[in-house]
C-alpha cells in the first residue's frame, strides 16, 4: 500500500514535466512576435516589440527559455500573469476557492440526487423511472456543456432573474473587501457563515446556483448509472435474498442491506467526479463569468498568458493525481477485498 | 464410378451437414436485429453519412452564400393555407427587414413562392468532381427558404449545418482512425513483453492519461499557428483530439492482450517460429477486435462533444469553414439567443449524433459479446 501511494506520487513531477515540456515544444510553433504582442496593451507600445522580445528572451532556442523557466520554479517563482495581473502564484491562490466552492455546491446535489435516482431506477428496474433517469442523463451527456449552461443562464437569469452571474452583487462585493468582513478561508459562503452575515451567504448562494446547476446536469449520468448497476448486482445476492426471505420489510432491505454496499463504488467514484468537476469548470465558469481557476485558465489561454497556462495546467495536472491516487485509497478502505499493487 | 461414389457420398454429407453455419458477421448481425434501438441509432447514422457525402446536393444553399439584408432571419414558415385557398405543395412568402434592432421581417403574401425537389441552384461539384446543379428542396429567386433560419450576416443555418456534418461527423472518425492503430501496437507490444517493458511503457501512458485533458486541449488549440488555413486547422484539433486519447486506449487492449497471450494458439503461433511482432500483429490483436469497434463508436461522441466545447472558445474548427459547434456558439450569449433561438438548431444535430453513436454502440457491444448472446 504505501509502495503503491509513493509510486503514484512520483508521478507527479513527472505528469508536470510531461505537459510544461509539451506546452513549450508547441511555444517553438509560435512567432516571438506574436508572444511579444500579449505584453502590449496600447499601440504605442508596438515600437518596443523587439525590446519585449530580446528582455524576455522569446527569441532564445526553445530548450533554453525552458530551462530558464524550470530554475525560476524551483525557486518558487511560477512567473507573472499577464491576464490575471499577479504572480501566478498569487492568481492561483486567489481563483481556486472559488473554484473549490462550486465543486462542493455541485458534488453535494450530484451524490444525492445521484444515489437516490439510481437506486430508484435499479429497484424499479424497466419501469418508468429507470426509463426516464436513463432519457435524463442520456441527454444530459449529448450536448456540450456550454449549450446547457446557456439554457439555464436563459431560464434563471434571462426568464426569472433568479440566480444572477457573477460571484456576488456589487453591494455584497463591496462589503467583503472592506475592513468589516474578514476573509478565513477564501471561500464566501463559509466566510459569510463565520462572519454571520447571512445576507451574504444568501447572495453568494444565487449567484452559486446557476453554475452549479449546470455542473450538476452535466455531470450526474455516469453517477446515476453505476450506482443502478452497484445496486442491479447487490440487489441479486443471496444475502439479499435471505433478508426478504426473513420477512424484512422492502424499505428495510434496501435501505439497509442493500444500498449500503452498492455504495461502495460510488463512493470511489465520488473522487473521480470531483477531479472531473474540477477539471469540467472551465466552461461553466466562462459563461456565467464567475471568477474561478477554470476562468482564468480559459482566459490565459486565449491571451497566450504562458506563465499562466503552465502554471495552472500543472496544478490542476497535480490535482488529478492526487484526486485519482485519493480514490484508488479509498477503494481499498471501503472493499478490504481489494488489493493495490 | 469410384468418383460416382464419391461425389454421392458429398452430397449425402451436405445433406445430413448443419443447414448452415454462421460467421461471427452475421452472428452479429442477427444480435443486433433483435435490438431495435440500436438498429434505430445506426440508421441515423446511416442518414447523417448520406448528408456528409451528398451536403452540396442536398443544402438549399452554398456554405458561404449571404443574404447580407436577411441576417438574423428566423425559419422560414412553409404555408399550405392562405387568403386564395389550400395548396398541396407548401410554398412561402416573401420577406423584407423591419425593424433590425428587433430583427423583425414583415411577410409580403401577395404572391406564393412554391417548394420545390430537384431545383435549379448554386452551381457545385459533387466529390469535387462532378459538376450539378440540381439541389434537393428549394424555391424561386426572390423567395428564400431559410429552414432553420439564418446567422447574423444573413447565411442559411440549415445549409452550414448540412455542410458542418462533414466536420462534425468525420472528426471523431479520423482522431479513432490515429487513436486505434496506436493505442493497439503500443498496449500490445506492452501487453506481450510484460515486465519491465510492460511497467515503462504504462507509466508514460499513465503520464499522458494524467494530463488534465479539456485544459491542455485548450492550450493545445490556443497555441496552434494562426495562420493555416481552416481546413489544416482541422486537421491539428484531429491529431490533438488522438493524442490525448491513445493512452487510456493502449491501456485496455493491454489488459486484454495480458490474458490472450497465454492461450495456446499463441504458443502454436510462437513454436511455430513466428516473430514477435507477427504474433501479436496477426494472432492477438485480431482478438481484440470486437472490444476495439465498441470502443470506438463510443469514443467518437466524445470528440463531436470536445471540437464543439473548443469552438466555444473560438480555438475550434474556425471560420469559413463550418461545424456543429462553431455554428452553435452564435447562439452563445444571452440576448442573441433570447432573440434568436433558432440558432440552437445545431445543438439539435449533436444531440441526434451523441445519442445515436452511444445506443449505436451498446448495441453493437451486446451484439459482438457471446456471453451476452441469447440463441
Known amino acids: ?341 | 464410378m469410384a468418383q460416382e461414389a464419391i461425389r454421392r457420398g458429398q452430397r449425402a454429407r451436405a445433406e445430413t451437414a448443419p443447414p448452415q453455419i454462421r460467421t461471427p458477421a452475421q452472428l452479429a448481425w442477427r444480435q443486433l436485429r433483435k435490438h431495435p434501438m440500436a438498429l434505430a441509432g445506426g440508421a441515423v447514422l446511416a442518414v447523417l453519412y448520406l448528408v456528409v457525402a451528398l451536403a452540396e446536393f442536398i443544402a438549399p444553399y452554398s456554405l458561404d452564400f449571404a443574404d447580407r439584408e436577411r441576417f438574423y432571419h428566423p425559419p422560414t414558415v412553409l404555408r399550405f393555407w392562405d387568403a386564395r385557398g389550400f395548396s398541396l405543395r407548401p410554398f412561402v412568402y416573401v420577406t423584407t427587414l423591419e425593424d433590425p434592432q428587433l430583427r423583425t421581417y414583415r411577410v409580403d403574401p401577395t404572391r406564393r413562392y412554391y417548394v420545390r425537389f430537384f431545383v435549379h441552384g448554386e452551381p457545385y461539384r459533387m466529390f469535387g468532381l462532378l459538376p450539378g446543379s440540381r439541389h434537393l428542396v428549394g424555391v424561386d429567386a426572390p423567395g428564400r427558404l431559410f429552414l432553420m433560419g439564418t446567422d447574423q450576416s444573413g447565411r442559411d443555418q440549415f445549409s452550414r449545418i448540412v455542410y458542418g456534418s462533414r466536420v462534425s461527423m468525420t472528426i471523431g472518425l479520423l482522431s479513432a482512425m490515429i487513436t486505434i492503430p496506436l493505442g493497439m501496437v503500443y498496449g500490445g507490444v506492452a501487453g506481450y513483453y510484460g515486465g519491465r517493458v510492460d511497467n515503462l511503457m504504462m507509466r508514460l501512458a499513465e503520464i499522458i492519461m494524467s494530463f488534465p485533458g479539456f485544459y491542455l486541449l485548450l492550450t493545445l488549440a490556443a497555441v496552434l499557428p494562426t495562420g493555416v488555413g481552416c481546413t489544416t486547422h482541422f486537421y491539428l484539433i484531429t491529431f490533438i483530439l488522438a493524442f490525448l486519447g491513445w493512452a487510456g486506449f493502449s491501456r485496455m487492449i493491454r489488459g486484454m492482450v495480458l490474458s490472450i497471450k497465454e492461450r495456446e494458439f499463441v504458443q502454436a503461433a510462437r513454436a511455430a517460429g513466428l516473430g514477435d511482432f507477427r504474433v501479436i500483429v496477426r494472432h492477438i490483436l485480431p482478438n481484440t477486435a470486437s472490444q476495439v469497434i465498441v470502443v470506438a463508436t463510443l469514443g467518437i461522441p466524445g470528440a463531436i462533444l470536445g471540437e464543439s466545447s473548443l469552438s466555444f472558445f473560438g480555438f475550434g474548427v474556425r471560420e469559413p469553414c463550418a461545424s456543429w459547434g462553431n455554428l452553435l456558439t452564435a447562439a452563445s450569449n444571452l440576448p442573441t439567443l433570447i432573440l434568436s433561438p433558432w440558432l440552437l438548431f445545431p445543438g439539435l444535430f449533436i444531440i441526434a449524433a451523441v445519442v445515436a453513436f452511444n445506443i449505436f454502440g451498446d448495441g453493437l457491444r451486446d451484439a459482438l459479446d457471446p456471453r451476452a448472446r441469447t440463441s
Not at chain 1, 509539451?22 to 517553438?28: Q, T, V
Not at chain 1, 419501469?127 to 446557456?150: A, C, E, K
Not at chain 1, 442491506?257 to 470511489?268: C, D, G, K, S, Y
Not at chain 1, 467514484?269 to 468537476?277: D, E, K, N
Open chain 1, 1 to 341: 500500500m504505501a509502495a503503491y501511494i509513493a509510486r503514484r506520487l512520483v508521478m507527479l513531477p513527472l505528469v508536470a514535466f510531461g505537459v510544461t515540456v509539451l506546452i513549450f515544444a508547441l511555444l517553438s510553433f509560435l512567432d516571438p512576435a506574436v508572444r511579444a504582442g500579449a505584453f502590449i496593451t496600447n499601440p504605442n507600445q508596438l515600437k518596443a516589440i523587439d525590446s519585449i522580445i530580446r528582455t524576455y528572451g522569446l527569441d532564445r532556442p526553445i530548450y533554453e527559455q525552458y530551462w530558464t523557466w524550470l530554475r525560476e520554479v524551483f525557486r518558487g517563482n511560477l512567473g507573472w500573469s499577464q491576464t490575471a495581473r499577479m504572480p501566478v502564484r498569487e492568481a492561483i491562490a486567489a481563483f481556486f476557492p472559488g473554484t473549490l466552492e462550486l465543486t462542493f455546491y455541485a458534488f453535494v446535489p450530484i451524490m444525492l440526487i445521484g444515489v437516490w435516482l439510481g437506486t430508484a431506477a435499479a429497484v424499479h428496474r424497466d419501469r418508468l423511472v429507470d426509463h426516464l433517469s436513463r432519457i435524463f442523463s442520456i441527454s444530459f451527456r449529448s450536448l456540450p456543456s456550454f449549450v446547457w449552461g446557456l439554457l439555464v443562464l436563459m431560464v434563471f437569469y434571462g426568464r426569472l432573474s433568479w440566480f444572477p452571474p457573477g460571484r456576488l452583487s456589487l453591494d455584497a462585493d463591496l462589503f467583503v473587501r472592506s475592513g468589516q468582513f474578514h476573509a478565513y478561508t477564501g471561500l464566501v459562503t463559509l466566510d459569510a457563515l463565520l462572519n454571520g452575515q447571512l445576507w451574504i451567504f444568501a447572495d453568494a448562494l444565487r449567484h452559486i446556483a446557476g453554475p452549479a446547476i449546470t455542473l450538476t446536469m452535466v455531470s450526474i449520468a455516469l453517477l446515476v448509472r453505476l450506482m443502478r448497476s452497484s445496486m442491479l448486482e447487490v440487489l441479486n445476492q443471496d444475502y439479499v435474498r435471505t433478508a426478504r426471505s426473513k420477512g424484512l420489510a422492502e424499505p428495510v432491505v434496501i435501505d439497509k442491506h442493500a444500498r449500503r454496499n452498492a455504495l461502495i463504488p460510488v463512493i470511489t467514484l465520488s473522487s473521480y467526479t470531483i477531479v472531473s468537476l474540477l477539471g469540467g469548470v472551465v466552461i461553466t465558469e466562462t459563461i456565467f463569468n464567475f471568477p474561478g481557476i477554470g476562468r482564468w485558465g480559459a482566459f490565459a489561454a486565449q491571451q497566450l498568458d504562458i506563465p499562466g497556462v503552465t502554471g495552472f495546467t500543472m496544478f490542476v495536472a497535480a490535482l488529478t493525481v492526487l484526486g485519482n491516487l485519493a480514490a484508488d485509497v479509498l477503494y481499498v478502505f471501503f472493499d478490504p477485498r481489494i488489493r493495490l499493487r
